[in-house]
């Protein structure tokens, strides 16, 4: 009965993200009461496997133990100071750390993803005007490309649904062809069809280099494209172009970062640095909203002056938050700790060969996976296919969100072998009986 009480209550009272709220009433929400592991809790005690990390922010699970007494030790000491004129170890530390990790340096900080894509948009602009190039103020990012949904960020953004209501209030900025791999065509490999589309990138920056100042890139996996995958090569050529041409690289590594694609961070797989790296997400493992900014010294320095107009003026409350930093560095440890990105390769591994239904199903096309990132497209699939299939998942113990056709697994890097078997037989449950 209080289950019925809070949907109830949160349905007059919340107005929740991503969700169409007459829709709701047909779909309520689950009440989450508790969770654990990988595990999420129902306020009737129904127990669900979290199969996409709470919109891919959890890495070590619910209530992990190490990253809870992190943040309750430093709730003992200061939870919040600004960081304007002021400093704390917990940040202190936590850029040394993301530095070293990154090559890159000066981390500057905001609360949520897009608030990171914001931060690094305008320090593009704004570097190429202290450096005497103030036409350079276009940005250049993919089709089908997701950056966050503030108006800056937005404006980068590819997703119609998400994006073309606001249209009049979106700076212009430009697409290339996305390089996603299932778009390669007979006789073409993903790589050859990368190259393709990089050879688009190079057409473009030939002739508007002038006005270009940076393009942003999701590395390796386009997340809300529907985990569209693609080859590093892509990264490599933008990369040589990027540096032709005097655009900076962003590398959005907001979903993808922290693992999640079988190294720490994607663009390592291309053997490349960009200009500035946005994370956010999974850098607290998923307990508190946190996102910074890398860039290299060059472009720190350009902004490094007597003038205080040169100087990066953006700020945000909230910025460096000491609880935040302190769940950041637990996770950090973690990864020293456990050695995780091994043991996620033999998880992955482990995941592979449990799908094996799954991946041989007829109506399954484009198995693909990076890292610890798998999705697959359902041919055929029937209207409302999503809602159904996450219904469905759920009476399994499965929480799976697809997005259109495509379904996904992004489970959090502590999940165990038996609960990986649960998770691929919950998706292929719900699959047959929609396609039944
Ligand atoms: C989620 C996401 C964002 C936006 O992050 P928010 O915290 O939701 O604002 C930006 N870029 C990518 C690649 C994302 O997946």
Known sequence: MSNVDWVARTQAAVWHPCTQM????????LVIARGQGVWLYDDAGRAYIDGISSWWVNLFGHSNARINAAIIDQLNLIEHVMLAGCTHQPVVA??????????LGHAF?????????????????????????????????????YHGETLGALSVT??????????????????????????AEVGETAADYALRAAAEVEQYFSQHHHNIAAMIVEPLVQGAAGMAMYDAVYLRRVRELCDLYQVHLIADEIAVGFGRTGTMFAYEQAQIKPDMVCLSKGITGGYLPLSAVLTTDAIYQAFYADSTARGFLHSHSYTGNPLACRAALASLAIFADDDVLVQNAR???????????????????????TGMIWAFDVVNAPADFARQFYLAALTQGVLLRPIGNTVYFM??????????????????????QLLS
């Open 109 to 145: 900080y905001g609360s949520d993803g897009a608030s990171a894509t914001e931060i690094a948009l305008k320090m593009s602009f704004h570097y190429w005007r202290n450096v005497g190039l103030a036409d350079k103020t276009e940005f250049i990012s993919l089709k089908n490309s």
């Open 347 to 369: 998880k992955g591994d482990y995941l592979d060969a449990a799908a094996i239904g799954l991946r041989q199903h007829s109506r399954v096309q484009h198995w693909r996976r």
């Open 158 to 183: 590819d997703v119609a649904i998400f994006k073309d209501t606001y249209a009049p209030l979106l700076r212009h900025s430009v697409q290339m062809m996305s390089p996603d791999g299932r778009l």
């Open 22 to 29: 007459k829709q709701q009433l047909i779909t309520p929400p």
């Open 411 to 432: 489970p959090p890097y502590v999940i165990s072998e038996v609960e990986i078997t649960q998770l691929v037989a919950g998706a292929l449950f719900a699959l047959n």
């Open 94 to 103: 936590l850029s040394e750390q993301l530095a070293q990790l990154t090559g």
